[in-house]
């Protein structure tokens, strides 16, 4: 691996820091989560963006969640076709090995990702509409999404909450997840983050529009 280099320093700093203050403190805890292993009560599907921080904003500590995190918190729909999903090979171990009560849908503002969504299906994104990319074809999922929002005046919150919904129903076209949500086992929840104000919204499953939580 001659192509890899040393840790920036800051970041060893950093974790030394951690070892000799939070570990340490710890460190009977720690040994027993890895002893024990993880039994964690909820998933969650984030976006990587660096801004959103759920352990943070719940004050979670390690095994607490299982979290995945990709571009726009996207679900794709279930489709079992031998390919590589990483999305959904999360969702499979986190219902049917770990057996979380709940899988939470994350969406943001401000988020790259849809905004991306949005220039592709108006037309102004073509180097996303390339075969070759990842990005818009991960941001493929939203499409439908886009269809059913994009005469909203809230754009793009809209589709950022749409991400969310879009998500959720294809969480249930699992049919693990669909089974384990019929047998009252799961509950799946939709949010979505204002970074700017730290606001936390849910989905409100009557009206499908987003509340303040
Ligand atoms: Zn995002």
Redesign the pocket.
Known sequence: MEFTKPLPAYLVTRYHGWKATTYAENHAWYRRLATEGQRPRAMVIS???SR?HVTSIFGADQGEFFIHRN???LVPAYEPDGNHHGTSAAVEYAVTALKVAHVIVLG?SN????QGCLDMCQGRAPELEEKSSFVGRWMDILKPGYEAVKDSPDMPRALEHEAVRVSLRNLMTFPFVQRAVEAGELSLHGLWTDIAEGGLHHLDAKSSGFVEV
Not at 111 to 114: M, S
Request: glycine letters at 16%.
């Open positions: 976006c990587c963006d959103v571009i726009a918190n943001h988020c790259g990702g849809v």
